[in-house]
């Protein structure tokens, strides 16, 4: 059970989807992603994935670099 304000707000929420941003215990950042959940169309809670922003700028980082090489490969 999480309690804090954005738990609270995931589970309050009945919109399609809701994203916010929290800081763990540990400091890293998160996006937390969230969804109504139904049961027989009662609003019974949300659904959440928490996705590591740090690791989605290393990821982005690792990309642009790519791109990059491979653009100076086909300037040639």
């Avoid at 959940?37 to 642009?64: C, P, T």
Wanted: glycine share 10%.
């Amino acid at each position: 059970m999480f309690d804090d304000p954005v738990g609270l707000a995931a589970a309050k929420n009945v919109e399609p989807s809701l994203l916010q941003v929290y800081e763990r215990d540990t400091g890293e950042r998160m996006w937390d992603v969230s969804s109504p959940v139904h049961v027989k169309g009662k609003h019974w809670g949300g659904f959440r994935v928490g996705v590591s922003m740090q690791r989605i700028d290393a990821r982005e980082r690792a990309l642009l670099g790519v791109l990059a090489a491979t653009s100076r490969c086909s300037g040639s």
